[in-house]
């Protein structure tokens, strides 16, 4: 609980207005009274006492301001190199063919949308639908109740609950089998949760520059900037979500506030890329190039070649400066793999946190199904128990398990290494200098053979000059 608290309590600094600053430094409070109740010593009630007078001085502080100015992050400037290269008239003709896909058809991006395209004329119907509805799955049909729009519920929602969450983010699936996707927001969410620049200004429109949060579209029109196809492109959807008739949910939550549209949102504009609610999954390395154009790697865990230890080198400061996004994917396992791991295999989880504490090297990991198994192995490597100090380092570094999140745990990197397939690390493209595009078309083949060079194009990078190509 107290890491929910510290999660309220580091968003007050960077809320983009004095009421939404005011309510998280009273949540924090709240936060902080509960956990002081928990305290098992004196010492740490009298800190966590202290944490509350804090804020509620703090609170009382924001409720005099005269002006609210939040704290932006450094993360927000940094710009993503743009191509210099002058594409030639074939490379145009490829993009236009590219804008194809499952029956839609997704022009290349080449501005921001108008303001005036979220509001319906006079001529025009109230609100925009779709001409075509998206694919659902056998089984998602089965408790299919229709496509409803978020104002067509029993109770009234009103836009603050549809487009802002006070809490943490606890983003979930269900029956949809695209867990790479909502594995991928997780990861996204978590770093903006930590105080890096939010990736949905340049992602979702209509977004409120004031509020620095998603808006409400008056006709129910969203249109979304992916990258797909050799370059950005416009995703234009309606605000109908898929409803069910059971509790079941068709489409990702929030558990802390249901109501939250925009993840649901995003997920609707990926899958009608992927075709539809039927996705059957990929990896959230591709879902999150698409969804941000941060650029995927994939590392092999189970190559004999993997040095663990300079892995976590080159990804922890990464990690927290939020320039690299990470995320986890198992390979084939057994029921009784899974039932004695804890982990489903051929599934994407998200990593929330990395934390290196002595020689202890730990992640925070996020099973996205919303009933989902979580790890149940050691999370720590036994050491001389006389050192003694980093147990209670560890005490002070990480959160009683009990209080984390359903389907979250905290794994140390060897086990990571051991029970994992594959790590996803998605970079931030504004740590590079340089880029260039060259867009070109090849024809998947019918049978796969990874062997043969003929169907599977490869590229070389030379550079004439020493220096850091990635």
């Known amino acids: 609980m107290e890491a ?15 009421d939404e600053a005011l309510k998280h430094a009273i949540h924090a409070a709240e936060l902080y009274m509960k956990v002081t109740k928990l305290a098992s010593t004196d010492t740490e009630q009298t800190r966590l006492r202290g944490k509350c007078k804090q804020l509620l001085s703090r609170a009382e502080e924001i409720k005099k301001a005269a002006q609210w100015t939040p704290v932006v992050s450094k993360e927000v400037l940094l710009k993503a190199p743009v191509s210099g290269r ?19 058809i997704f022009p290349p ?60 983010l606890d983003l979930v699936q ?50 979304f900037r992916l990258h797909f196809n050799g370059c950005f492109r416009k995703v ?89 996004l990470v995320t986890l994917g198992t390979g084939k396992l057994s029921l009784k793999e899974e039932r004695e791991l804890g982990l489903a295999g051929e599934h994407d989880y998200a990593v929330l946190d990395m934390k290196e504490v002595g020689s202890q090297r730990l992640l925070l990991v996020k099973n996205p199904w919303c009933d ?43 086990a990571v290494v051991q029970h994992f397939e594959s790590l996803y690390l998605n970079w931030n493209p504004g740590l590079f200098k340089y880029r260039q595009d060259h867009h070109f078309s090849w024809s998947i083949p019918t049978m796969k053979n990874p062997g043969s060079f003929i169907h599977n194009p490869q590229h070389s990078l030379k550079s004439s000059k020493a220096g850091t190509v990635w």
């Open 174 to 223: 269900d029956i949809t089998t695209d867990c790479s996707v909502v594995a991928s927001l997780c990861a996204a969410s978590a770093r903006a949760g930590k105080g890096h620049g939010l990736l949905l200004p340049t992602t979702m429109y209509p977004f409120d520059r004031q509020k620095f949060r998603p808006q409400v579209s008056k006709n129910g029109k969203y249109i």
């Open 236 to 324: 234009t959807i309606d605000d109908r979500l898929p409803a069910s008739n059971t509790s079941r949910c068709l489409h990702v939550i929030d558990r802390n506030n249901p109501n939250l549209l925009w993840p649901a949102l995003i997920e609707k504009a990926y899958l009608k890329v992927r075709g539809g609610y039927d996705f059957p999954g990929s990896n959230s390395g591709t879902d999150l190039w698409v969804m941000t154009g941060w650029i995927p790697e994939q590392v092999f865990l189970q190559n004999d070649d993997l040095q663990p230890e300079l892995l976590w080198q080159r990804i922890l400061n990464s990690f927290g400066y939020g320039d690299v």
């Open 4 to 18: 929910d608290a510290q999660a309220a309590e580091s968003q007050v600094d960077k809320s983009p207005t004095k």
């Open 86 to 104: 002058q594409i030639s008239k074939k490379e145009e003709v490829i993009l236009l063919e590219g804008s194809k896909l499952h029956g839609f």
């Open 109 to 168: 991006w080449t501005n921001e949308p108008n303001e005036s395209l979220f509001r319906s004329t006079p001529a025009e119907p109230p609100f925009y639908t779709e001409p075509a509805d998206l694919k659902l799955s056998d089984a998602q049909r089965e408790i299919f109740a229709g496509w409803r729009r978020p104002h067509e519920g029993v109770n009234p929602i009103s836009d603050e609950d549809l487009t802002f969450s006070v809490e943490e």
């Open 372 to 414: 989902g198994m979580v790890w149940k192995g050691k999370v720590f490597i036994p050491e001389d128990s006389s050192a003694g100090s980093w147990t209670q380092d560890l005490r002070e570094a990480l959160p009683d398990n009990n209080t984390l999140k359903p389907g979250t745990f905290w794994m140390n990197l060897e």
